[in-house]
Each structure stands twice: as C-alpha cells, then as structure tokens.
C-alpha cells in the first residue's frame, strides 16, 4: 500500500458488535435495510475516491467522490451487479493514497472512462487501485483509516479484507 495506513473492509453481516444496535434502530425507524457500496472515512482529512467495476459494456471507472474526515459517502445505490470492485482513494490534505495493484484510468477532475488500457496515450492518469472480492453481497462497505498497516493487508478482527 502506497499510504501509510490501512484498508479495512467490513461487510454489514461482519460487524457483530453493530448488528444489535443496528437492528433495534430498523425496529424503531422502519426502514429498509440498505443495499450498496460504501466507503467511510475514519481519518481526520478529506479523502477523494475512485471506484472501479465491470459493466455490461466494459471496465469503467469512476471519481472523484469527496469524503470528509469521519464520515461515509455511497459510492453506488442498489444491490451490487458485480463481484468485484476496485478501489483507489487519495488523502487531499496529506497526500498519501491507499492503492493496490490492478491498474486503472483516472483523471483530474469529476470522471467516468470506459475502459482500463492506455490511459495515459488517452489523455488520463494511472492509478493502482485495490480489489474487493465482495462475494456477490449486496452491500459492502470498506472504510479507510491512517492506523500504521501491520502486514500490507488491513483488516480489523472479525472483518471481510483484503
């Protein structure tokens, strides 16, 4: 990882201490459970996040989302189409990155690119971006934080990761 901290992903069935409390809040509310990718930026910085994923059509991938210090932002609305999906997020105030190995396109500003081969002859950016093996759920969350990576991997005990 190029940041000096980790990727922690936490599936909603993986979270056992939030499960009761999270139920007793659907009881109360009456609201339907939520089906998405989201990301949750546990660190005191804005963040800006790119997504990447397989459509119908081709590899595409999206940004900027901009994530504030303690807070979390849904990346996409609904049950998730595809298996995968591929992560890449800068800290804009410090300027570390939490990347991984699967090149993608990105750009400046606001983007979505169809396809994943010559970014740069196309006029875009490369970046590594980290694969989430969401194992076909309909939701998944990861969250970034700046706690200093043990092992490259970065997972809390008890949590989906990679």
Not at 10 to 36: C, E, K
Not at 92 to 116: H, L, S, T, Y
């Amino acid at each position: 990882m190029g940041f000096a901290g980790r990727l922690r992903v936490r599936h909603a069935l993986a979270m056992p201490l939030l499960i009761p409390a999270m139920g007793l809040f659907a009881v109360i509310t009456a609201s339907p459970a939520r089906a998405d990718f989201r990301v949750c930026n546990a660190t005191q910085n804005l963040v800006g996040v790119g997504i990447g994923y397989r459509a119908k059509a081709g590899w595409i991938t999206e940004g900027w989302w901009h994530i504030e210090g303690s807070s979390c932002k849904t990346l996409i609305e609904g049950p998730l189409s595809s298996r995968f999906y591929y992560l890449y997020a800068e800290d804009a105030e410090r300027g570390g990155r939490w990347d991984g190995p699967i090149n993608m396109c990105v750009a400046e500003k606001e983007f979505k690119i169809a396809g994943v081969t010559d970014c740069v002859a196309r006029g875009f950016q490369r970046a590594g971006f980290q694969e989430y093996d969401t194992g076909e759920q309909a939701s998944w969350m990861v969250q970034l934080t700046d706690e200093p990576a043990t092992d490259g991997a970065a997972a809390a005990p008890g949590t989906n990761s990679q």
